[in-house]
């Protein structure tokens, strides 16, 4: 006899707000959420999550974090240690990710595919980063990640992030202007949305409530943008890539942010017998791999390979999220596919709100979300570029 179709739905979708990831020193204040442990950031999320929910917190069966900089005080179990900090029950156990910057989208992923298996039937999957408490590469101070082998396979070596944004920005042809004209409209995007329905608020040590995004800058312009200085550029990587016009700067980058986002999964038949709605259907699920030297590129063939798999169409779908590590990023997308940029990061991206890097994939997944309930699409596809040229593509279908 076969086995009864599962499939596995979004419940609810949460996040934190986008706080500044800047630590205090003297003469400068600190992010709005800097005075946060980051096991006490994740942990209010998902007390939040689960106090919205009519779940037993008993019936869990995991807890899937994803984390990028798993050192210092996000060294641990941290998904563990935050479920434990809610004051949730003990029973339940959780894994750290780390896939990059598409952490806690492949925790997402991964908490669908364990339902859909039949391995499991309520999942949380979530993420956090504190990138003012751990700064970004705190883990490879001193160190060499890629090994010799990798060295010698990519001489003259890889390169940063940002130059790789420049070598995106060079193949599609995309100038200071349209940099800066499309991270203006991010910014311009998430301050005309109101995004109170994705954020739950987190109280801080000394009591204050932070309930707002304060990475949004409404007044942002190309104007404004385009006095900034490139930053990545240096004679010797000048005479590298004589293509490169050095026109990835601060401004069309993404923003080093703190921040906690948390999805809760189950099997829909489960969901209906709990009381509870399923707002959104797992549709599909894709992984690519790209060069590491342009690295960012990924989203492109894990998006051939999602439409592929599904027979659909970019035009059928309502919803694009590609996660604004630099403002190339989506734009080299979308010129790719020929896609609307009308669909593209809607709600406003990471240019915007930030990049809490193990955070990021569930929060562009609880914007997608909110941003489908809101339109009336039914379609959304979430995909992000993830350091060493690898990419996650996901697609939701509203209920």
Request: contains cysteine.
């Amino acid at each position: 006899m076969p086995s009864p179709v599962r499939n596995a739905v979004i419940v609810d979708a949460v996040r934190s707000p986008m706080a500044k990831g800047r630590a205090p020193r003297e003469g400068r204040s600190g992010g709005a959420l800097s005075s946060l442990h980051p096991v006490e950031l994740l942990g209010q999320v998902l007390r939040h999550l689960i106090d919205r929910n009519a779940v037993p917190p008993e019936t869990v069966d995991d807890v899937l974090a994803g984390c990028v900089s798993q050192v210092g005080e996000q060294s641990g179990p941290i998904g563990r240690y935050a479920w434990l900090a809610a004051g949730l029950p003990e029973s339940v156990p959780s894994v750290t990710l780390h896939r990059a910057c598409g952490s806690s989208q492949q925790a997402v992923d991964f908490a669908a595919q364990t339902v859909m298996a039949g391995a499991h039937d309520i999942v949380v999957a979530c993420g956090v980063e504190s990138m003012s408490r751990i700064p970004m590469l705190t883990a490879r101070i001193g160190q060499d990640p890629f090994g010799p082998s990798v060295r010698e396979r990519y001489a003259p070596g890889l390169v940063p992030q940002g130059v790789s944004a420049e070598l995106i920005a060079a193949r599609w042809n995309l100038d200071r202007a349209a940099l800066d004209r499309y991270s203006a409209r991010s910014h311009q995007r998430a301050a005309a949305t109101d995004l109170s329905d994705e954020i739950v608020p987190i109280r801080l040590p000394d009591g204050t409530l932070v309930d707002n995004d304060e990475t949004i800058r409404p007044a942002t312009t190309k104007d404004t943008l385009a006095g900034l200085k490139p930053s990545f550029h240096s004679a010797e990587l000048a005479a590298r890539f004589p293509e490169i016009q050095w026109n990835v700067t601060a401004g069309n980058s993404s923003q080093l942010t703190d921040g906690a986002s948390a999805v809760l999964v189950m099997e829909e038949s489960k969901a209906r017998e709990l009381g509870l709605t399923p707002r959104a259907r797992f549709h599909s699920f894709a992984l690519a791999g790209d060069d590491p030297i342009t690295m960012l590129t990924g989203p492109v063939p894990a998006t051939e390979k999602i439409l592929k798999r599904t027979g659909l169409t970019l035009d059928e779908i309502d919803h694009y999220e590609v996660n604004e590590a630099f403002a190339s990023v989506p734009l080299a997308w979308a010129r790719h596919f020929g896609a609307d940029e009308e669909k593209l990061n809607p709600r406003g991206g990471a240019i915007a709100l930030g990049h809490p890097l193990g955070a990021s994939g569930a929060r562009l997944m609880t914007t997608m979300l909110h941003g489908l309930e809101a339109s009336g699409g039914r379609y959304g596809l979430q995909t992000m570029c993830e350091a060493g040229g690898m990419a996650n593509a996901t697609i939701i279908e509203r209920l």
